[in-house]
């Protein structure tokens, strides 16, 4: 067989569709010609449905009719497909031929469009029904199986004499003017009833506040998970009895997670602080307190917390007190010394400054009783402005008094090396860690979270780091003229400030109250405090010294201002009657102002 040549007449067959029974069949003719001449005997004839008239994705499987008859060019076929091939798309018969029992078939171009004939098959499918169908067209009964979905429209039944048998079903969210007085039957479940409703005969679990106002008598396990006022004696029988939450009252002190700066207290409460910032707690009027009465407070922010008692009421304990702080000088030759620092715990101290009686770095093992320089060959020795050092005392910050590089010793002093810092002519300070170097009168003793900035004589406080600096500390009301100098704890609350022509003052309340650790006016022009804020240090410039207290708790300390205490300290506080606090537990220091 050399070349084929296929014609394609299509028959219409609409009539042969209107019947459902005669399926999805259709009729299909053609001429062939053999050799160019119209061909004559059996042939085998493949069609195949495809998207396009070349290449294209193939719709149906081949159907292959063996053995066709062909008389002078012309045969006639029966296909068919399957009612989900002609869906509306275009499409067209890819026809292949050999002779009968041949071994391959050759495909005949071009492929032949399929046209509108048949798809009536696929117009003999409901879902391809357009417009309305009018109600005279439906008759007899629908299946139920062939109803579904969801009227998305309002139905309307006017007909008060209609009548509905059988089961209904659905959300019934639309349903209105029901009344629940016509349920004569049948019991609502447990689970359509509200949260609000107690049920007789199950455990019950209250969420809100619950007033009982009449006696309870409990004879079983009961489950109370939030707040509960008992306004009448009630009575437990069942040591079985399980209570989870918060509970206040005498003997009775449940914890409130707070996030404010202040909080006012109430009686048998307990209060987490949880802002980064210095909260302050105010303890509940004597009026509302009866002896025995409890406040607690845990400092779970960073920045600390503050109890403070109302006028006329008084604080009496262990406490440590800036004014019991006893500053001693030390001895450092004749020095004019300049910056001062230490390590945590306050034995080994650093000491720089300028003239003859001090250059390069000077350290301390002892707690500043005697000294040595310390800078080495790496180490000019020449004036230095200013010191730092991490709390271990390992690691050193020298700055030049008037020109160069900041330097920085990781080995006590020892060995030195230039940082490329250039220096800013004012005071400098590090992390507790020695990783991270503040300049430009920033004073920092602990993870460098909380700073205290010092500028034109004006005290802000930062609690993110430096990003912002949002809090600020009034300065002493004596220290008219001006802070030179300032040292902070690791949270900042407690804070060392020296005056250019004046006395030694110390805070440790962020400001609030100051207390003066000196009596007379000198000039001072270093600071440094350890990051409890239980050790201080500062130098004095043209010859004065340098100075040193260490703060202790002393016991039977009377305070009416406040108590303060850093992250991670606590008190319980009693009240004993008479306007008086005492407190009856407590972790970490606790401070009074």
Not at 19 to 40: C, E, I, V, W
Not at 273 to 283: D, E, H, M, Q
Not at 397 to 406: K, Q, V
């Amino acid at each position: 067989m050399n070349r084929h040549s296929f014609f394609v007449t299509l028959l219409l067959f609409c009539a042969a569709l209107k019947l459902t029974a005669q399926g999805t069949a259709f009729n299909y003719q053609g001429r062939l010609s053999d050799g160019g001449l119209p061909a004559n005997g059996a042939y085998d004839l493949r069609f195949g449905v495809y998207d396009a008239v070349t290449n294209g994705t193939a719709i149906s499987f081949p159907l292959t009719n063996s053995a066709v008859a062909v008389s002078n060019g012309l045969f006639a076929v029966t296909l068919d497909f399957s009612n989900s091939v002609f869906t509306g798309g275009n499409y067209w018969m890819d026809i292949g031929v050999r002779t009968n029992g041949g071994t391959s078939f050759t495909a005949l171009f071009p492929r032949q469009p399929i046209l509108p004939v048949p798809y009536a098959i696929f117009a003999n499918t409901a879902s391809n029904l357009l417009g309305k169908l009018t109600a005279a067209q439906v008759s007899g009964n629908l299946p139920a199986s062939q109803v579904t979905g969801a009227s998305s429209n309002v139905v309307s039944f006017t007909n008060l004499n209609n009548a509905f048998s059988g089961t209904f079903t659905g959300s019934g969210a639309s349903l209105s003017n029901l009344n629940a007085s016509q349920l004569t039957t049948g019991t609502v479940a447990d689970a359509r009833l509200t949260t609000n409703v107690a049920l007789l005969n199950t455990n019950q679990t209250f969420t809100g506040t619950n007033i009982f106002n009449g006696p309870i008598v409990s004879t079983g396990t009961n489950l109370f998970s939030g707040p509960n006022t008992f306004n009448s004696v009630n009575t437990f029988t069942n040591w079985a009895n399980s209570f989870t939450g918060n509970f206040f009252g005498n003997g009775l002190v449940g914890w409130v997670v707070t996030n404010g700066l202040t909080v006012q207290a109430e009686r048998d409460h307990g209060y987490m602080l949880t802002n980064a910032g210095l909260a302050t707690v105010i303890l509940p009027p004597s009026s509302s307190l009866t002896n025995g009465d409890i406040v607690r407070v845990s400092g779970a922010g960073g920045g600390g917390w503050l109890v403070k008692p109302n006028t006329g009421q008084s604080i009496s304990g262990n406490f440590a007190a800036y004014t019991n702080a006893a500053v001693v000088k030390l001895s450092l030759s004749s020095a004019t010394p300049l910056g001062v620092a230490a390590s945590a715990d306050g034995r080994l101290m650093f000491a720089v400054g300028s003239g003859t009686g001090i250059t390069g770095v000077w350290g301390s093992t002892d707690s500043g009783s005697t000294w040595r320089q310390i800078n080495s060959g790496t180490l000019a020795a020449g004036n230095y402005a200013s010191v730092a050092c991490s709390a271990s005392g390992k690691i050193v910050y020298a700055e030049p008094l008037s020109s160069g590089n900041i330097y920085k010793s990781t080995d006590c002093g020892v060995n030195w090396t230039n940082t490329g810092v250039v220096l800013t002519g004012k005071f400098i300070a590090c992390t507790a860690d020695g990783g991270t170097l503040l300049t430009a009168n920033v004073a920092c003793s602990g993870n460098g979270s909380y700073r205290a900035k010092l500028s034109g004589g004006t005290i802000t406080v930062s609690i993110n780091g430096g990003t912002s600096w949002g809090v600020s500390v009034t300065a002493p009301a004596s220290a008219s003229s001006g802070i030179s100098c300032l040292a902070a704890s690791s949270d900042c609350t407690r804070l060392l400030a020296g005056t250019s022509n004046g006395m030694l003052y110390a805070t440790a309340n962020l400001g609030a109250t100051w207390t003066a650790l000196t009596i007379s006016n000198q000039v001072w022009s270093a600071a440094w405090i350890s990051s409890d804020g239980n050790r201080l240090a500062a130098a004095v410039n043209g010859s004065g010294g340098i100075y040193s207290a260490v703060v202790c708790p002393l016991p039977n300390t009377v305070t009416t201002n406040s108590i303060a205490g850093s992250q991670g300290s606590a008190v319980e506080l009693q009240y004993l009657g008479n306007n008086q606090f005492m407190p009856v537990s407590s972790t970490g220091s606790l401070w009074a102002n």
